[in-house]
């Protein structure tokens, strides 16, 4: 082993060493920071000084994609190897990079790690790829130099639609300052929420309907009030912000482009749920959108909006910012508790829910980014405003993420109740010249397929659940006439394979067993009795798995199975 | 606890006392139903679904190990469904591990029918045994992730902590700290995590080398500590 000079820990340990298991992760983050890895002897010494057993320390570095317990090159790139990269042209940027001699532990002037990423939450600009967390996108046409320095122009996020309320301050190519926010009418909600009782707050999220953005879609005002009312001091709130959904990426334009209005959602939750603290938990990849929080959390903090007594009232709160690791589980709102909590992301049994036992086991309110970014806007105008927009069952404003085979991809807001065809063709300009639409992913990896039946459905709660499709969070991966469908589902069931914690068999197992059969059948060898596997897989997954990822693991699959049925008894060209 | 709950099992009514699981209201039913992962002595964490029922109303099956019986729930504990769940499960299990010294399983891949073929083209879980130390063996092919032993070395037994996880999902293994042999970990012999373990993974060495072929002297002069050699010794 090589020498580990380990005073340089020093300081990682006197900061995170007081706070135990809790700060486990940001002290591996900081270690990694310092050595490039995590060496042995930098494992134990923040195992002693966080109290946590060694076992466990390797338990939770090994867990996370994005540490590393060995040496890794000195620069680190990440390529998105998921459908909507693959489409333009991932594999070919990989195998361009891996062809390079400098790569993956050579000795010359840059040492060089290249590996395969899930989905990076850059869809808009595939293919993409994260050189030492820094994001690049369009590889396909940077020269492989320009990708190893980093030198790449920071990429401008692509937002449009019918509305503009809550991307009012996003998409122009730079974050919304304190003094913009303001002047756009941030925190008046805050305001406004402050001069209610927080009952009156919750009361007022319950009136506009809000639910859920995140996909499961729970009313949010509904969990408020279960947390409000649940018994046990203190209360937590925690903004979901571990947004990994391949496909998905309106959370980071929101957190990149305006982040004072997810930190002014978060205080309005935590304020009507009776909450002191407050967590926001980043998926590790999103570095950028981790920062600029960090720098918002710090305006807020001087602007008197954040600490105590916020705005002269007798209510105080304070944010911690947490950073993920390379796990797309911890979307799962219990296996977020747990990995802020300092342990590997293991989804827990429920019930019992958050609201009575969350994040160290107290009440907690876990909301997702949009949906937060909503609450400031339904504080400004009102309930019954907000129910102006959207259909009666689904109000207010949505997100959707299009990519893939789309001339214009890009975040576009819409109330619910347009049709897919006009997001598609009106708003993201439709599919290339000579093109046509042969389907689309709806809801990302977890999601379901739309075919052209699908074109006028009405997006909403109530209509795409009639036409059997997941609205999920708001993610459609568009595909042309020139997709090979066993490509696509080879991609969706790779990524169930490695990002399943391994708790429960039936998604440990299943999604390994899912994923060789497809990977059979994409290389032409299909036998008869796969379409029964499959469907067998596919039923024990959703009916026995222990959480949501497994439990939709299965579900593209199986709806491909209904669409095109034919892929599977024989091998389409 | 004095307060009675009624359900129905099975299409049985049956009245149990409140805080008891599926699983134990179907037991003061006379009503068995297969376990893997759970044990008496430890924490269920209903992972390995083999327990799973079908809960009228509920979206998905239910973990009966952990799953608190409620007042008024129609409960069925061998339906279509639940079957399909535990033979498939079954199918997976060995189709990933080998099953030959975990005679109940067995019998419950019997009793549901499940085909050891199902997966003929699977990637086994196949690492090599590992034997570092002179009390157990640990034979990670036999492993099927029960939990068992980290958490009797944890918080539910011995609080020694010497084992937790590497890898993730199917890659998923029981492991120490940065691998290193048990010997070299918190590991105090205790002999709680062999004692749980349903599969013959872990295995106290002695019983595995006597399944080698070696005689009972060879095993006794294979696994003898240096301390008791050193007694023996004196005594000549």
């Known amino acids: 082993m090589t020498d580990i000079d380990l005073s340089l820990l020093t300081p990682v340990l006197e900061k995170y060493g007081p706070q135990g298991r809790t700060a486990l992760l940001p002290a591996l983050h900081a270690a990694q920071d310092i050595y490039g890895y995590i060496p042995e002897p930098v494992a134990a010494s923040i195992g002693m000084a966080l109290n946590v057993p060694l076992a466990d320390v390797y338990g939770v570095i090994d867990f996370y994609a994005m540490f590393y317990r060995a040496p890794v090159g000195e620069t680190h790139i990440h390529v998105c190897n998921d459908p909507a990269c693959a489409f333009a042209g991932a594999d070919s940027v990989f195998k361009r990079m891996t062809q390079t001699s400098t790569i993956n532990g050579g000795t010359g002037e840059m040492r060089v790690t290249v590996e395969l990423a899930p989905c990076l939450g850059l869809c808009e600009h595939a293919p993409a790829v ?41 998409g122009k190519n730079r974050t919304t300052s304190l003094e913009e926010y303001e002047d756009s009418g941030g925190y008046a909600g805050l305001r406004k929420a402050l001069s ?35 018994p046990g001091d203190p209360h937590y ?67 008197g909006y954040l600490g105590e007594n916020i705005l002269g009232t007798d209510y105080s709160f304070e944010i911690e910012i947490r950073r993920g690791a390379g796990a797309y589980i911890c979307g799962e709102e219990t296996a977020l508790f747990e990995s802020i909590e300092g342990k590997r992301g293991f989804p827990r049994v429920k019930p019992p829910f958050p609201t009575t036992h ?62 897919f065809r006009h997001l598609l063709f009106d708003l993201a300009g439709g599919l290339r010249p000579g093109r046509e639409f042969r389907g689309a992913l709806f809801g990302g990896a977890a999601g379901a397929f739309a075919t052209p039946d699908h074109l006028d459905v009405v997006l909403s ?28 589902l080879l991609r969706l069931s790779r990524f169930f394979a490695e990002e399943s914690c391994g708790k429960c068999y039936p998604c440990q197992i299943g999604t390994q067993r899912q994923h060789e059969i497809l990977v059979r059948m994409a290389g032409g060898d299909i036998r008869p009795e796969d379409y029964q596997r499959l469907t067998d897989i596919g039923r024990t997954m959703t009916d026995s798995s222990l959480c949501g990822l497994g439990q939709t693991a299965a579900s593209a699959v199986l709806s491909a199975m209904k669409y095109w049925p034919q892929y599977f008894t024989t091998r389409q060209a | 606890m004095d307060e009675s709950i009624k359900l129905t099992i099975d299409g049985q009514p049956v009245t149990v006392p409140a805080g008891v699981t599926l699983l134990q209201a179907a037991e003061m039913a006379g009503i068995t139903i297969p376990t893997i992962c759970y044990h008496v002595a430890t924490t269920s964490n209903a992972l390995c679904r083999i327990c799973v029922v079908e809960v009228e109303g509920a979206r998905t099956l239910v973990p009966s190990c952990v799953a608190k019986a409620a007042d008024g729930m129609v409960v069925h504990t061998d339906s279509e469904r639940v079957r399909l769940s535990r033979r498939t499960i079954l199918e997976m299990l ?52 029960c939990w068992r032993c980290v958490q009797v070395c944890a918080e539910d037994a011995q609080y020694t902590f010497a084992l937790n996880f590497s890898g993730r999902g199917y890659e998923t293994q029981i492991g120490t700290f940065y691998d290193h042999p048990m010997p070299e970990t918190t590991c105090v012999f205790c002999g709680q995590c062999v004692g749980v373990c349903p599969t013959g993974a872990l295995k106290p060495k002695r019983e595995w080398l006597l399944e080698q072929g070696y005689s009972p002297d060879e095993v006794m002069e294979l696994t003898r500590t240096d301390r008791r050699r050193r007694r023996r010794d004196s005594i000549e």
């Not at chain 1, 925690?238 to 209005?261: I, L, Q, S």
């Not at chain 1, 949906?371 to 400031?376: G, K, S």
């Not at chain 1, 997941?470 to 469908?485: C, E, K, Q």
């Open chain 2, 94 to 145: 060995v189709s990933s591990v080998d099953l030959s010294e975990a005679p109940e399983i067995q019998t419950m891949m019997a009793e549901y029918q499940a085909d050891p073929q199902r997966f003929p083209d699977a990637e086994r879980r196949e690492p090599p045994v590992l034997d570092d130390n002179p009390m157990y063996i640990r034979d990670y092919a036999k492993c099927i992730l």
């Open chain 1, 461 to 488: 709660f109530e209509n795409l659940r009639a036409a059997g499709l997941p609205l999920g969070s708001g993610v459609i991966t568009v595909f042309d006439d020139t997709r090979d469908l066993y490509d696509i």
């Open chain 1, 130 to 170: 994260l050189v030492q967390e820094k994001p690049a996108g369009r590889t396909q046409v940077q020269s492989w130099k320009d990708l190893v320095r980093g030198s790449i122009p920071h990429q401008r996020s692509i937002v449009g639609g019918d509305i503009r309320l809550l991307t009012r301050n996003c």
């Open chain 1, 358 to 419: 969350g994040l160290f086991g107290q009440p907690t309110a876990i909301n997702n980014v949009e949906t937060l970014a909503n609450v400031p806007l339904i504080m400004t105008i009102g309930a019954e405003a907000y129910r102006q927009m959207g259909t009666e069952k689904s109000p207010g404003p949505k997100l959707f993420c299009l990519s893939g085979d789309v001339v214009r991809p890009g975040l576009y807001e819409v109330p619910f109740g347009v049709t």
């Open chain 1, 237 to 303: 709130v925690v903004c979901n912000a571990d947004e990994a959904e391949p496909g998905t990426f309106k959370d980071r334009v929101m957190m990149e482009d305006d982040p004072h209005r997810v930190l002014e959602g978060l205080i309005i939750a935590g304020y009507a749920v009776g909450a002191r603290k407050g967590y926001i938990y980043v998926r590790g990849e999103y570095i950028q959108a981790y920062h600029t929080l960090e720098e918002a959390q710090e305006e807020a903090e001087a602007a």
């Open chain 1, 196 to 230: 209610l009782s927080p009952a009156e707050v919750i009361a007022e999220v319950k009136a506009s309907g809000l639910v859920g953005r995140g996909g499961a879609a729970f009313p949010t005002g509904v969990k408020w009030e279960a947390t409000a009312s649940a």
